[in-house]
């Protein structure tokens, strides 16, 4: 299908152009529109990114393949291009030859260790030494990216349960230099606090969540580059979780709502020390697919520019992640809004149409 998209065309944050065409699944920037192509007008975007989203995992851990292609459909229809899968508990290779979902990153199984993370979510090791070989393993597994579990609550100790590291220094580090070695960049799910400065000093590449990190923490992450995804929706569930455990966990429970009621401050600080953002819905488990749009929202909520959003959750996400976005033979990702998601965030819900590999999605 040949199709010539008109209006403003946002190749990124320097460069648009008022028209391209696609021809043959690729983007042409400077081409005369074919005879009898499909003409859209609107506000063209590269394709949205979800760097935070987990196909193949449900509620209570794996899911078969037709909840996976579900899933995988449902993040597609909402303008969700390309997905850097977070850690899945099932192996989702057989996704990434279709062209009727996103596009697929990747980081293979969460690394955690036992009852120190979701069941039936991780591959859990009884050894801690053992991360350096896993992560290693993982980085040959996946598609350049590691994904570890950074801390959790410890429920052995009961009244005293709270957040805690996983990993001991030393082998966090191995861990990160074994997947560095073998090609993978690490991202790390992190709620507390004590996790971070080992994180960072090991050397990691990315953060998920971020919400116990401290000013000087959120410096050090800005002085270094290292991005956090702040999954929103997810920090949104936590006064819930709050609610649920604590009469057994009352710590814990603290901690948790503490850390969602100061969800957008949070946020905000993250923009205003410079910390490179990324958007991720942490859909899978608890959150549905296809919500890129609701997470866009809620950074903006948080006081972030829209523009910035958008930019966060496009073509500097596609940049990051070494994709390409708008330009001469790139693969034709794109939706197409009927508005301008640079000013209202909103449009992000009511694409006029998504464009993957140069076909039109129903």
């Known amino acids: 299908m040949d199709l010539t998209l008109r ?8 460069h648009t152009y008022e028209q391209i065409v696609v021809r043959d699944g690729l983007i042409e920037t400077e081409a005369r529109p074919p005879a009898g192509a499909q003409t859209i007008e609107g506000w063209v975007v590269p394709g949205l990114v979800d760097v935070h989203c987990h196909i193949g995992l449900g509620a209570d851990g794996p899911v078969d393949e037709d909840t996976a ?10 303008g969700t291009l390309l997905v850097r899968d977070a850690g899945s508990p099932v ?36 050894d801690v030494t053992e991360l350096p070989k896993e992560m290693g393993r993982q980085a040959r597994f996946g598609d350049g990216w590691v994904k570890i579990v950074g801390d959790w609550i410890d429920r052995a100790r009961e009244a005293e349960a709270d957040l805690e590291p996983l990993w001991p220094f030393d082998v966090l580090a191995e861990g990160v230099a074994a997947a560095h070695a073998n090609g993978a960049r690490v991202t790390v799910h992190t709620f507390a ?3 971070i400065d080992d994180l960072i000093a090991a050397g990691v590449d990315c953060l998920e969540h971020g919400t116990g990190m401290s000013s000087e923490q959120i410096r050090l ?12 929706l997810q920090v949104g569930q936590f006064g819930q ?15 948790m709502r503490q850390m969602y009621e100061n969800r957008y401050a949070q946020v905000r600080a993250f923009y205003d020390a410079g910390v ?12 549905a697919h296809g919500q890129i ?13 829209p523009q910035v959003v958008l930019a966060a959750a496009s073509w500097s996400a596609r940049q990051y992640l070494g994709r390409p976005g708008i330009s001469p033979g790139a693969p034709a990702d794109l939706v197409v809004y009927p508005d301008d998601p640079r000013t209202d965030i909103g449009v992000l819900a009511r694409p006029r149409a998504v464009i993957r590999r140069g076909q039109l999605v129903d």
């Open 7 to 14: 209006g403003t065309v946002l190749a990124d944050g320097e």
């Open 293 to 305: 749009a609701a997470e866009c929202q809620e950074m903006v909520r948080a006081g972030i520019p």
């Open 91 to 126: 192996d989702t290779t057989w996704l990434q030859d279709r062209d009727d979902v996103p596009a697929l990153i990747r980081s293979g199984n969460h690394v955690a260790r036992p009852k120190r993370y979701l069941r039936y979510y991780a591959h859990e090791l009884q």
């Open 241 to 255: 979780i709050a609610d649920q455990g604590a009469a057994k966990f009352p710590r814990f429970a603290a901690r």
């Open 221 to 232: 992450a800005a002085e270094r580059g290292i991005p956090v995804v702040p999954t929103l």
């Open 276 to 287: 490179p953002l990324l958007v991720g819905t942490d859909a899978g488990g608890t959150i």
């Open 193 to 195: 606090t004590e996790t």
């Open 69 to 78: 292609l579900s899933q995988a459909r449902a993040d597609l229809a909402a």
